[in-house]
């Protein structure tokens, strides 16, 4: 989805065409799976983050045409709304200080962004959901010019045969709405860990993502309100998956899903999912050259799984595969996300590297079960795991998987400062229960419930780059 189209409205021919080489491709990739010609060794992290660009009242400024050409960076790129940018990382080899390093680079770039912003005479801010957006904001007026999203909101109305997208949410209290285009899509802004694994073990690392998913998003839930309304801790999870359903009864019409099953073999069974279970968005047609797998590659984009492989390339041309963790919200700091990452980092690759089974034999209905329970409760969630069975999110993350964090970062060669300084960070988060929801919604209530001064408030909170759970009211 991150490359422009020149085309934003489609025929029947350019589905039959993209079809056919959308099999070509993933026949190809069956066959370099079989080869073993995709890359094989090392591992290397970067991430992703959808940031906000505000006015002086805390609402959304719909500037990034002008921002974007004022920064002229190319790790800072256009989102589906023009109140949206979303900045990049350079990948880096998993060792070391790499996430020393990550930091570092991204305090960098989020300080000259903020810089831009403000000669622009705006604020920016990471958070899950924005507490001040309104309806009349997510219109097609605030849509980013690129075909792309013009094509995707066109194709998905189509697909549902003009009736709009309903939003039904019950949490703390329940919003029910309609809306008529996919910019509910916008209101969702995340953190997008990408984690490049060897390709033959990168199924076991999808698999393990799926279980860590649920305990780890109640320990970094930081969207609890949207509309007005006090709804799940991480309210930008059910909003995503609502917000380009195609309303059929097919599985394939849930185009963002926690996934059917583990995976048995390899990666390749998601592409092959893909082609078999879900229609084609975005027909575009590239040049036949199947050894880049545009098609398939676009087609993936369009496919949302919370955590989704991803083809990509090394310098020398040879394919690899990606794990692409797309649960974790937008801020608070940018301290509490790379304490989110490292978690999520060590967590995986301890399950992977510690035993036979990546799950520890957790079902994956109970994965599923546990992620939208965390979703929904945070830290309050009740959760299932293997040897401890129902127990609380706090000490399933504090007796079980920090640990075993700690060892997988220590196994990845993580320098051991590193390691004691970003998971501490979420052990204190955890000992407090100051997550970022949990933040939010005690200050919204020590406030006055006022959205304005909340927002005034969280904005300051963040620029003091220290992280949530050291954030006072």
């Known amino acids: 989805m991150g490359e422009e189209i020149s085309r934003s409205e489609f025929e029947a021919a350019d589905f039959a065409r993209f079809n056919a080489r959308l099999a070509g491709e993933t026949a190809l990739l069956r066959e370099q799976f079989g080869e073993g010609r995709l890359a094989s060794a090392g591992y290397a992290f970067g991430f992703e983050i959808e940031v906000w660009l505000l006015d002086h009242g805390y609402f959304p400024n719909s500037i990034n045409e002008a921002f974007l050409a004022r920064l002229d960076h190319p790790l800072v790129v256009p989102e589906l709304s023009r109140f949206n940018v979303e900045l990049n990382s350079v990948p880096l080899p998993l060792r070391g200080d790499a996430l020393l390093r990550a930091e570092m680079e991204l305090e960098r770039l989020w300080g000259h962004c903020n810089a831009v912003a403000h000669a622009m005479d705006a604020n920016m801010v990471m958070i899950g959901t924005l507490p001040t957006i309104r309806d009349e904001d997510l219109s097609l007026d605030n849509i980013s010019p690129l075909k792309r999203y013009h094509a995707l909101n066109h194709e998905v109305l189509r697909r549902r045969q003009g009736r709009p997208l309903r939003v039904d949410i019950a949490g703390r209290e329940r919003l029910v709405a309609e809306h008529g285009d996919v910019m509910l899509e916008a209101a969702t802004t995340s953190f997008q860990v990408h984690l490049q694994a060897p390709a033959a073990l990168a199924h076991r690392f999808y698999n393990a993502s799926l279980a860590v998913s649920g305990p780890l998003l109640a320990a970094c839930g930081n969207a609890p309100f949207l509309f007005g309304r006090s709804l799940w801790e991480e309210t930008r999870i059910p909003l995503f998956e609502q917000a380009v359903d195609l309303a059929g009864l097919h599985a394939g019409s849930r185009r963002v ?34 050894h880049e797998f545009r098609h398939l590659r676009l087609h993936n984009g369009t496919i949302w799984r919370w955590n ?143 959205f304005y001064e909340l927002m005034a408030t969280y904005c300051e909170r963040q620029r003091s780059r220290a992280p949530v759970h050291e954030w006072d009211l």
């Not at 996934?259 to 575009?284: A, K, M, T």
């Not at 052990?427 to 933040?439: D, F, K, S, V």
Request: glycine residues 10%; negative net charge.
């Open 308 to 450: 989704r492989p991803l083809l990509g390339f090394d310098e020398d041309g040879r394919p690899h595969v990606r794990i692409e963790h797309r649960i974790l919200p937008a801020g608070p700091s940018i301290l509490d996300m790379l304490a989110n990452a490292a978690a999520y980092l060590g967590m995986v690759y301890a399950l992977v590297h510690e035993g036979e089974d990546e799950t520890l034999g957790l079902p994956f209905a109970t994965a599923r079960r546990n992620f939208y329970a965390a979703a929904r409760d945070g830290l309050r969630a009740r959760l299932e795991w293997p040897g401890a069975g129902e127990t609380s999110a706090r000490d399933l993350l504090e007796g079980e998987l920090l640990p075993r964090a700690a060892r997988g970062l220590a196994r990845l060669d993580i320098d051991a400062e590193d390691i004691e300084r970003y998971l501490g960070v979420l052990g204190a988060r955890l000992a407090g229960g100051a997550t970022g929801a949990a933040w939010q919604q005690a200050c919204f209530e020590s406030r006055g419930r006022d």
């Open 257 to 290: 899903t926690f996934g059917e099953d583990y995976l048995r073999r390899s990666v390749l069974e998601c592409f092959e999912e893909n082609l078999r279970e879900y229609p084609v968005l975005l027909p575009l047609e590239f040049p036949d050259r199947p």
